[in-house]
């Protein structure tokens, strides 16, 4: 018997979860979601206890439109951020504001049935790999640029939580896709400005991160598009297209929206915060996790 206690903050510790494991082989649900009670108390299982206290302090939507768009030395919207939102999350369904049912339509049989077998707790998220794209936490991420003499080279996504510290690179220096390439967590991203609009072309993907909580599958086939705009001061969308042979039997446009976070510096001023996770780390081997799964249903 031992116990384990994890804390994890957002802004300025606006959500706290913390995670009590009573016996190094329970089960462990995702963070922030206690895992299915079952009918009668098993002491063996994880005692899960999620506090709300807020959520990451954003820009209003009266707020949003008060100040001009910002530009950036070169002349190109600053799509810095930091932003809340813009992707998928625990329910890409939901997310992509469809029905209830009309995901499973849209997937081949193998990843409807592959996706019915997963199960929260065994999400490569909790495990602190990547989230994958078109991916995003409940909590803030950002843009950041390099520049060379040459102009922008690099832009570089940043997430406050999770993903190993890892970060994602897209290439503006006008290389494209290398013919050889190896299958990764974030795949290889180019991209371009069209206007106003980031533009970022993404394959190389491996098959081994969830598009949600709940499973939902992809192959490494898969090629993503995306169209980032600021549209206001405190609002940007991501026209997001999902082009996945392997998994849906269409192509899938979708368009999400992020919110600006709020500079206030009593709530972490405007900034991320920092988070450390390491795969295979106490809860992960309490859980009895074993991540990179990939699409295998055997």
Not at 60 to 67: E, I
Not at 99 to 116: F, I, N, Q, S, T
Not at 156 to 178: C, F, Q, S
Not at 262 to 289: H, P, Q, V, W
Request: with cysteine.
């Amino acid at each position: 018997m031992r116990k384990l206690l994890i804390v994890v903050l957002g802004v300025a510790g606006l959500t706290v979860i913390l995670f009590v494991v009573v016996q190094a082989q329970g089960r462990a649900g995702r963070a922030g979601q206690a895992p299915a009670r079952p009918a009668a108390r098993d002491q063996s299982e994880d005692q899960v206890q999620s506090i709300s206290v807020g959520g990451s302090p954003v820009v209003s939507d009266a707020d949003a439109t008060k100040q001009p768009i910002p530009r950036l030395p070169d002349g190109h919207v600053d799509l810095t951020g930091p932003w809340v939102g813009g992707g998928t999350n625990n329910n890409m369904e939901a997310d992509m504001g469809w029905k209830p049912g009309e995901l499973d339509k849209v997937l081949l049989p193998w990843a409807r049935e592959l996706k019915a077998r997963r199960k929260p707790q065994d999400e490569p998220y909790t495990a602190c790999l990547p989230m994958g794209v078109p991916r995003v936490n409940p909590y803030p991420w950002k843009f950041a640029m390099t520049y060379t003499s040459k102009g922008l080279s690099h832009i570089y996504v940043l997430h406050e939580t999770g993903d190993a510290g890892a970060h994602r690179v897209i290439y503006m220096d006008g290389r494209k896709h290398p013919d050889d390439l190896i299958p990764n967590w974030w795949g290889h991203s180019i991209g371009k400005w069209e206007g106003d609009t980031l533009v970022v072309d993404t394959v190389g993907f491996n098959d081994k991160f969830w598009f949600d909580g709940r499973g939902t599958p992809h192959t490494e086939k898969l090629h993503t598009i995306e169209r980032w705009t600021r549209t206001s001061y405190g609002r940007i969308t991501n026209d997001f297209t999902f082009d996945d042979p392997g998994t849906f039997t269409k192509q899938i446009n979708v368009k999400f929206t992020g919110k600006l976070l709020r500079s206030d510096l009593k709530t972490g001023g405007g900034e991320l915060m920092e988070f450390i996770c390491l795969e295979d780390n106490e809860y992960g081997s309490a859980a009895n996790f074993k991540p990179g799964t990939g699409t295998s249903i055997k």
